[in-house]
T-cell receptor
Framework: AQSVAQPEDQVNVAEGNPLTVKCTYSVSGNPYLFWYVQYPNRGLQFLLKYITGDNLVKGSYGFEAEFNKSQTSFHLKKPSALVSDSALYFCAVRPTGANNLFFGTGTRLTVIP | GAGVSQSPSNKVTEKGKDVELRCDPISGHTALYWYRQSLGQGLEFLIYFQGNSAPDKSGLPSDRFSAERTGGSVSTLTIQRTQQEDSAVYLC?????????????FGPGTRLTVT
């Protein structure tokens, strides 16, 4: 069965500090990996994706994510957090041949001024 | 350009009533998806349309749920005889094509409350 785990429901970080939002997955084959962000009363916004190649991918708003095949992880990172980064973050995977994304349950990030 | 739009933004209905939720995908996007986001849970896939191909209905939770896509564009998700457990945010997404590498663009969702 396909599954995506975001082990932390809530992450708090001080403004200016680095942030990490964790994601691990269990899927068959070589998945494609995505991060989305959801602001209050808004739909999900695409941040970045890993398809192939360099394990470190860069995306919108200064976010990046590191793909680790051996640990089946795809953690989201940012060197310096902003208060405006406070939102709900979803990790998603799309297994090869699948028609849909499988999502984690989300991590609420709060950046404290 | 315009993103994915959904209507209504909020819908309150009585248990047992039917509801229709509408999605307008991004122009030119051939793939369209419906997901459901329940409180405290991640997003649950419901149904997928790609061009004129038969839809993938594998995520629909019961036969009370159905969806159609007319003319390869607008889609309507219908829930018959609504139940309280149907209360959720229903999200529509579209992507340029069916390939797994393409990101999906999401609408703002329809919040459905069944009383």
């Amino acid at each position: 069965a396909q599954s995506v785990a975001q082990p932390e429901d809530q992450v708090n970080v001080a403004e200016g500090n680095p942030l990490t939002v964790k994601c691990t997955y269990s899927v068959s084959g070589n998945p494609y990996l995505f991060w989305y962000v959801q602001y209050p009363n808004r739909g999900l916004q695409f941040l970045l994706k890993y398809i192939t190649g360099d394990n470190l991918v860069k995306g919108s708003y200064g976010f990046e994510a590191e793909f680790n095949k051996s640990q089946t992880s795809f953690h989201l990172k940012k060197p310096s957090a902003l208060v405006s980064d406070s939102a709900l973050y979803f990790c998603a995977v799309r297994p090869t041949g699948a028609n849909n994304l499988f999502f984690g349950t989300g991590t609420r990030l709060t950046v404290i001024p | 350009g315009a993103g994915v739009s959904q209507s209504p933004s909020n819908k309150v209905t009585e248990k047992g009533k039917d509801v229709e939720l509408r999605c307008d995908p991004i122009s030119g996007h051939t793939a369209l998806y419906w997901y459901r986001q329940s409180l405290g849970q991640g997003l649950e896939f419901l149904i997928y349309f790609q061009g004129n191909s038969a839809p993938d209905k594998s995520g629909l939770p019961s036969d009370r749920f159905s969806a159609e896509r007319t003319g390869g564009s607008v889609s309507t998700l219908t829930i018959q005889r609504t139940q309280q457990e149907d209360s959720a945010v229903y999200l529509c997404a579209s992507s340029l094509a069916y390939q797994e590498t393409y990101e999906q663009y999401f609408g703002p969702g329809t919040r459905l409350t069944v009383t």
